[in-house]
């Protein structure tokens, strides 16, 4: 495996380290080439200091760590430092660690994550199987961080770059139908492309009854809590939420919990302020074994992004994850998500960046009562079982990487 992300990272970086368990248990040698931990505020985790070559065992599966520049902020120069750091030193690791591999397995997102097993191919002849998690260039160019002025020559050179992926590739997973029609579009043969959406880790996100000491202490007075779990950047649009909770302010019953860390905090804190808004509350980042007792606190979980014909394709992290722990979700989402949203039966969808939409939504399953919402809980965890559990994705993934080593010509 080939990842810029791997554990202890959590949230929307612990994705890798399920996958690289459900290969690990489905009796396969699994050898991650990854960076050093730094998701989401970063910085290097305490008990790991940089060094050209690291390696230790996870939960069974052989971690080779290689050196980045550690950050995560909304800097575009910085983030591209993060992103090529790894592309570079990963290169050389991957030549060292995985030369014996039978096939490799990328985990594009970044999408820069890619070079490593284009240098195993080239050199070594190991196939690759790419899982897009992210449309580049769109996800870039459509990044509020990037200078506009820059966009059209990034645009042109990432392009080159991903279609070179994409045809290097054995095989192209995409996370979403919408996904798979862009990448055709782009001239990639379509019995390249599969379907394989993604997952959560199961052995953290799943029902569970509200504790009642947990949540008297994330909670107020207050009987319906809307939550937010993630993570706090440009794209999640959660001044949405802000004026939302705003038009909501006069509710005795409904209060808003924001949950995670990201480059916006500091404005959203700030706009709370200014509103002076006694219905949201802030809580940081929580350990990724304790979010099962965290989601459960909500009462209902929000998924929001911006406006963009990018995210119509994007299915989000977050929806899985809440799905699986069988939580009612209002997803101010447009597209695939969704389409999940409301085929599941598991919420409500709103237009993205719709406050008032959203408050009318927060309202409506506000008053359906607890019967209402615990059936709701019941269509979520089957949808997640029937459509992306690691069970499903896993065979899926499976199929591709053992058929691509089948036709390889792998030089030792």
């Known amino acids: 495996m080939l990842s810029h992300w791997f554990d202890p990272e ?11 368990r459900e290969f690990r248990d489905r009796g396969h040698d699994v050898h991650v080439v990854t960076g050093y931990p730094i998701y989401p505020k970063g910085r290097i985790f305490p008990g790991y ?26 800097r575009a120069a910085r983030r591209m430092a993060n992103y090529l750091s790894f592309a570079a030193s990963g290169s050389i690791n991957a030549q060292r660690a995985l030369g014996a591999a039978d096939v490799s397995f990328v985990y594009s997102t970044p999408a820069t994550a890619a070079i490593p097993a284009l240098g195993l191919k080239w050199l070594r002849r190991i196939p690759f199987v790419v899982h897009i ?20 020559l990034l645009e042109g050179l990432l392009n080159v770059y991903c279609d070179h992926v994409y045809r290097a590739a054995d095989s192209v997973a995409v996370t979403s139908p919408g996904m798979a029609a862009l990448i055709e579009q ?68 409904i209060e808003f919990v924001l949950m995670g860390a990201g480059t916006v905090e500091k404005r959203l804190r700030a706009a709370v302020r200014e509103e002076s808004l006694d219905n949201i509350r802030f809580i940081g980042p929580q350990p990724f074994e304790r979010m099962a007792e965290f989601l459960a606190i ?14 119509r394709s994007t299915l989000p992290s977050k929806l899985q994850a809440n799905l699986a722990s069988g939580r009612p979700v209002i997803g101010a989402v447009a597209g695939d998500a969704a389409d999940v949203i409301t085929r599941s039966g598991a919420g409500l969808v709103v237009p993205p960046g719709d ?15 607890g019967a209402a919402l615990d059936h709701r809980s019941d269509l ?14 896993g065979d899926r993934l499976e199929a591709l990487l053992v058929d691509a080593a089948s036709r390889s010509t792998r030089v030792a």
């Open 186 to 253: 782009r001239g990639i043969i379509g019995s390249k492309i599969h379907l394989v959406p993604n997952w959560a880790e199961e052995s953290y996100f799943y029902p569970i009854p509200r504790a009642d000491d947990l949540s008297e202490s994330v909670r107020k007075q207050r009987t319906f809590t809307v939550m937010y779990a993630g993570n706090f950047g440009e794209m999640q649009d959660l001044m949405t939420v802000v004026r939302a909770a705003a038009r909501l302010r006069n509710s005795s019953e």
């Open 49 to 74: 200091r940089q060094r050209p070559y690291l390696r230790e065992v996870i939960d069974g599966v052989t971690v080779h760590r290689s050196p980045i520049y550690p950050s995560h902020d909304d």
């Open 355 to 369: 406050d008032a939409a959203l408050a009318e939504a927060i309202r409506r399953l506000s008053a359906e009562g």
């Open 380 to 393: 979520a965890r089957q949808y997640y079982l029937d459509h992306f559990s690691t069970r499903v994705v």
């Open 10 to 20: 959590g949230g929307a970086a612990g994705a890798p380290g399920t996958l690289a």
């Open 298 to 311: 909500g009462d209902v979980q929000l998924i929001t992004l911006k406006d963009r014909p990018l995210f």
């Open 133 to 152: 998690q992210d449309i580049w260039p769109q996800t870039v160019t459509a990044s509020e961080f990037v200078d506009k002025g820059a966009n059209g």
